[in-house]
């Protein structure tokens, strides 16, 4: 788990998020509004909602580009518990937040596997990977046993 998190305001803007994830070596932050958390930036949201879409990141806030929803779970859990919460819900990073709903870090697939059961963050980085491949992708291959197919001759008529 990374202590120490970055905060960011609502209505800071998507090019103060990316600076902060560039100072700080991260790929998300999550949101604050006060001392209530209201959601996560990631570097993803800011590609994907923004950049792509040929918006400002300037002109364009954290509050309308963040991930909807907020997936957490508490320093006290045990980390198959949060593992298997990535896996199901195919995310790569979960907020931690102590009983008292307070955050107190951020565990990443890479914690995961540094602090805990090699299989149990293999199985969420299969199930996240999996989730962002695009359809043609995820096909099986074609049984051609790594050769190269060769096209039909033509039909003469």
Not at 10 to 21: F, I, Q, R, V
Not at 100 to 108: A, D, F, P, T
Not at 117 to 143: F, H, I, N, T, Y
Request: aromatic share 2%; charged share 35%.
């Amino acid at each position: 788990m990374t202590p120490n998190v970055e905060r960011l305001p609502p209505d800071a803007s998507l090019s103060e998020a990316g600076m902060k994830m560039r100072e700080h070596d991260i790929g998300a932050i999550p949101v604050y509004e006060g001392d209530r958390l209201v959601g996560m930036i990631t570097d993803r949201d800011i590609a994907i909602r923004a950049v792509a879409e040929g918006k400002n990141p300037g002109e364009v806030t954290a509050r309308q580009a963040m991930s909807p929803g907020i997936a957490y779970c508490f320093d006290d859990q045990d980390i198959r518990e949060a593992g298997k919460q990535m896996r199901e819900k195919k995310i790569r990073r979960l907020i931690v937040l102590n009983r008292q709903k307070r955050l107190v870090g951020i565990l990443s697939l890479g914690d995961l596997a540094a602090q805990g059961d090699e299989k149990v963050a293999g199985k969420a980085l299969e199930a996240v990977s999996q989730e962002g491949r695009p359809e043609e992708r995820r096909k099986p291959p074609k049984a051609n046993n790594g050769r190269r197919q060769r096209k039909a001759a033509p039909v003469a008529h």
